[in-house]
């Protein structure tokens, strides 16, 4: 994508910037972080509304898949786990003005492609006010020439945005809407322009926590928290405030202060991820639970706010699912049942939503949660058409998914669908493939419920069939247990009946295998 990185090297003249400037801008105090209900559905059992096939069961797939996992095996697990979880805020919270400055390169190879400045700037801003009580004060798209050098900035600039911001006394923090900025770079720029300064890694990852609500979320975000905790450390050494320097040594254990904290740091990473393995070896277990069942499973991706869980409640009716208008309100994979127009079940599932510049260690992090998309049967690619950036996102999405190394005849299959038609008067696909709809007010269902029934059956293999049974037997009550029964046209003057069903490859070999003709 379009990452701005901050490379570090000191200049001389910065000590003539900052020469003379009062101290940093104190941030109001740290409360924890507020609870978070995500965009989901609540807890429950599956629900949905159909009628001739099997439904799925109170013990087979829930509505959300991460709290599958919720129990630890004993109290002494969740006690290290709680423990685990237990971390300063990453953000001042409370009433915050923001000024939000967007560096945009030009020309030369640091250019982003198929974007605009004021597209990221819209995007950026999103981010913001999707934080409690954080707003954004001024915003600011300055060209630089050097993203990856010095301060950003070049020293006219800098000096520039140094009066603008502290001759601002409403402005208490500055986000750089710049992947990472490193340590030295944070602090050089904090003291130049008086506020705290944040970057586009820490936004999200706060916004990730704050929206976390299973144990395995929770887990996956204090994981990828990480090197912004061992970069704290190095400022810390760098700048010790009467703690100790990195050449001092602990009660004479031979260890220096930094040598004592990397090796803290490196035990919580090992304690948290034995912690995940340990939620996921039982998310895999009773994925293979759901999989026995036999119920085709549709995976619902996107990008981040296009309206993946306002389409699973068009599709389901599921009145627990509650879309927010939001960046990230989903963390956590969520399952919902649903009938096709065949009547067959199927389960949707609600994945994390991507973003552009989405930081390596939260991917990194949340690849296991993503590992259920491996599984499905078919993938559906939600995409807001009414957004400028619409392609871009397109793109960020699959180079995600690639990125997943999913099974090739899963990704050749994915059905695109374009969400939001309703803001975009006159819209038409490019192409014949994808299938437009309105979420929020129904339009388009229909002819997407009836791809994706096509695709399923594609996919799984199941076959529409008609078969002749004996009413006096139990072919009948059977298929209805195991297959997805249309249609029943009673004989009843040979005893029999032909009914139409939907039934997997494995079921029909069972049901020959049980009556044979």
């Not at 439904?55 to 697990?77: K, L, T, V």
């Not at 006394?169 to 770079?185: G, K, W």
């Not at 973003?355 to 690619?381: K, R």
Request: glycine share 8%; hydrophobic share 40%; charged share 25%.
């Amino acid at each position: 994508m379009w990452a701005l990185r901050a490379a570090v090297r000191p200049g001389a003249w910065l000590s003539r910037v900052v020469r003379g400037r009062g101290a940093l801008r104190a941030a109001p105090p740290l409360p924890a972080c507020p609870h978070r209900a995500l965009a989901g559905s609540g807890p429950g059992d599956l629900k949905g509304r159909g009628g001739g096939g099997r439904r799925p069961r109170a013990d087979g797939p829930r509505s959300r898949a991460g709290e599958e996992e919720e129990e630890p095996e004993d109290a002494e697990e969740e006690e290290e786990e709680e423990e685990l979880l237990r971390r300063d805020p990453l953000l001042p919270l409370g009433t915050q003005r923001v000024c939000l400055i967007h560096p945009e390169v030009k020309r030369g190879p640091g250019k982003p492609q198929l974007t605009r400045a004021e597209w990221q700037v819209a995007e950026a801003e999103a981010l913001v006010h999707t934080l409690d009580g954080w707003s954004v004060a001024d915003r600011m798209v300055v060209p630089t020439k050097t993203p990856d050098g010095k301060l950003i900035f070049g020293r006219g600039t800098l000096e520039h945005l140094a009066e603008k911001i502290r001759g601002s006394p409403e402005i208490t923090a500055v986000f750089l809407n710049v992947e990472r900025l490193a340590t030295p770079t944070k602090k050089d720029l904090e003291a130049t322009w008086g506020v705290q300064v944040f970057d586009r890694f820490t936004v999200v990852l706060h916004i990730f926590r704050c929206n976390a609500r299973t144990r395995e979320a929770r887990l996956q975000v204090a994981l990828a928290e990480l090197p912004l905790l061992r970069s704290h450390l190095k400022r810390s050494i760098a700048h010790p405030d009467g703690r100790g320097g990195g050449s001092r040594y602990i009660m004479g254990s031979g260890e220096s202060f930094m040598q004592v904290q990397q090796r803290l740091l490196k035990e919580k990473e090992i304690k948290i991820r034995k912690a995940l393995e340990r939620l996921r070896k039982k998310r895999r277990v009773l994925g293979k639970q759901r999989r026995r069942q036999d119920f085709p499973v549709i995976s619902v991706v996107g990008y981040t706010n296009c309206g993946k869980t306002t389409l699973i409640k068009a599709l389901t009716g599921d009145d627990a699912v509650q879309p927010r208008d939001q960046l990230f309100a989903t963390l956590d994979v969520t399952a919902h049942a649903g009938w096709l127009p065949s009547r067959m079940a199927v389960i949707y599932m609600d994945t994390i939503g991507f973003l552009s510049e989405l930081p390596h260690s939260l991917i990194e992090s949340f690849s296991a949660t993503l590992e259920d998309v491996a599984h499905s049967d078919l993938i559906v690619h939600v995409r807001d058409v009414s957004h400028p950036e619409t392609e871009l996102q397109k793109a960020s999405v699959l180079s995600t998914l690639h990125g997943l190394h999913l099974p090739a005849p899963l990704l050749d299959s994915v059905l695109e669908v374009h969400n939001k038609v309703d803001l975009v008067p006159g819209y038409s696909p490019a192409g014949p493939q994808a299938v437009t709809v309105s979420a929020l007010l129904g339009h388009g269902l229909p002819e997407l419920k009836a791809r994706l029934e096509d695709a399923i059956l594609r996919a799984t293999g199941r076959q529409v069939l008609t078969l002749r049974v004996r009413l006096a037997g139990t072919q009948l009550s059977w298929l209805h247990r195991e297959a997805t029964v249309q249609e029943v046209d009673v004989i009843p003057e040979a005893g029999v009946a032909d009914v139409r069903v939907v039934i997997s490859s494995s079921a029909y070999g069972k049901f020959r295998k049980l009556f044979p003709e």
